[in-house]
Nanobody, 125 residues
C-alpha cells in the first residue's frame, strides 16, 4: 500500500526558509518520479516541481532559484527546501508520486497517482 506523509510545515517570516519532508511507504521508491504541488487559499492546486528517478529536477518559474527538491533513496524520503519565502508561497504543500515510470512529467496534477495529506506553510510577518 502506497502512503506519503509530509512534515515540516509552519509559520515563517518573509525572506525565511523552511524544509519540507515526505516519507514514502511502498515498493520501488527509487524508480518513481515525485512531485511537490501546492494549493493556496481560494485557488486550485498548482505544481511546484518534480524530481525524477535519476534525480533530475524541474521547477515552475515562480520558485526557480528559491526552492530545491532532493531525495534520499535509502530513507525513501523526498525533500523540498524553500528559501527567500514570500507571502504568495503561503499554501498547503503536497507530496505526490507519479503515475508512470519513465514518463516525461510536466508537473500537472493529473500526472500523480498518490498524494500525501498536505502540510501548511504560512509566510507572514
Amino acid at each position: 500500500q502506497v502512503q506519503l506523509v509530509e512534515s515540516g510545515g509552519g509559520l515563517v517570516q518573509p525572506g525565511g526558509s523552511l524544509t519540507l519532508s515526505c516519507a514514502y511507504s511502498g515498493i520501488n521508491f527509487h524508480q518513481w518520479t515525485f512531485g511537490w504541488l501546492r494549493q493556496a487559499p481560494g485557488k486550485g492546486r498548482e505544481g511546484v516541481g518534480i524530481i525524477t528517478d535519476s534525480h533530475t529536477t524541474t521547477y515552475v518559474d515562480s520558485v526557480k532559484g528559491r526552492f530545491t527538491i532532493s531525495r534520499d533513496n535509502t530513507k525513501k524520503e523526498v525533500y523540498l527546501q524553500m528559501h527567500n519565502l514570500e507571502p504568495d508561497d503561503t499554501a498547503v504543500y503536497y507530496c505526490a508520486r507519479g503515475r508512470l515510470i519513465g514518463f516525461d512529467y510536466s508537473i500537472r496534477e493529473d500526472e500523480f497517482a498518490f498524494w500525501g495529506q498536505g502540510t501548511q506553510v504560512t509566510v507572514s510577518a
